[in-house]
């Protein structure tokens, strides 16, 4: 069954520190990796994505990282400011059909000053 | 101002009534999507629309409908069928239908059941 699973589920940090968020999966075939920023009540918006072929990709502050022979992906935030704070969603697509696009359920981070 | 919208914010359905999210997008894009979105869980997808007059069901489809007259629309209805309708639901649209492409999401409409 495909799935992606997603750590922790929340997390809280302090302004300015860095963080690691954790995506494991198990979907096959493998097409790519997104990680997406959900700010509370608003839809999710797209940070980076990665193919197989690569294994770092970075945004800002924001560096996403692909181990495709385990199966896992992190999203490291560097100095985080208090506009950080959203949930983040890691979605994998194994396929070209929309159905088989497959959602975490994201991790909460908050950001406190 | 290009973007995809959704309307209203909030909605309240009463038992046994069917209702109608709206979602429209001006950036030209194919395919548009429905998902719901469930506390703690990932987002589920309802159905999806690769061309006008055109859609299939996602994973979520029963107790949903959607038509797709324009390029710019995708209505999605919640029917009475729908048991447990209380949600967020998200509309998103991309270029075309296919893994490479973005998906942009709009601001959501939260139903909620009185």
């Known amino acids: 069954k495909n799935q992606v699973e997603q750590s922790p589920q929340s997390l809280i940090i302090l302004e300015g520190k860095n963080c690691t968020l954790q995506?494991?999966?198990?979907?096959?075939?493998?097409?790519?990796l997104r990680w997406y920023k959900q700010d509370t009540g608003r839809g999710p918006v797209s940070l980076t994505i990665?193919?197989?072929?690569?294994n770092t990709k970075s945004n800002g502050r924001y560096t996403a990282t692909l181990d495709a022979d385990t199966k896992q992906s992190s999203l490291h935030i560097t100095a985080s400011q208090l506009s950080d704070s959203a949930s983040y969603i890691c979605?994998?697509?194994?396929?070209?059909?929309?159905?088989?696009?497959?959602f975490g359920s994201g991790t909460r981070l908050s950001i406190r000053p | 101002d290009g973007g995809i919208t959704q309307s209203p914010k909030y909605l309240f359905r009463k038992e046994g009534q069917n209702v109608t999210l709206s979602c429209e997008q001006n950036?030209?894009?194919?395919?548009m999507y429905w998902y719901r979105q469930d506390p703690g869980q990932g987002l589920r997808l309802i159905y999806y629309?690769?061309?006008?007059?055109?859609?299939q069901k996602g994973d979520i489809a029963e107790g949903y409908s959607v038509s797709r007259e324009k390029k710019e629309s995708f209505p999605l209805t919640v029917t009475s069928a729908q048991k447990n309708p209380t949600a967020f639901y998200l509309c998103?649209?991309?270029?075309?239908?296919?893994?490479?492409?973005?998906?942009?999401f709009g601001p959501g409409t939260r139903l909620l059941v009185l």
């Open positions: 998103a649209s991309s270029m075309i239908a296919g893994e490479q492409e973005t998906q942009y």
């Open positions: 995506c494991n999966y198990t979907v096959s075939p493998f097409s790519n």
């Open positions: 990665m193919t197989f072929s690569e």
């Open positions: 979605v994998v697509s194994a396929g070209s059909s929309a159905s088989k696009i497959i």
């Open positions: 950036l030209n894009h194919d395919a």
């Open positions: 629309s690769q061309i006008v007059n055109d859609f």
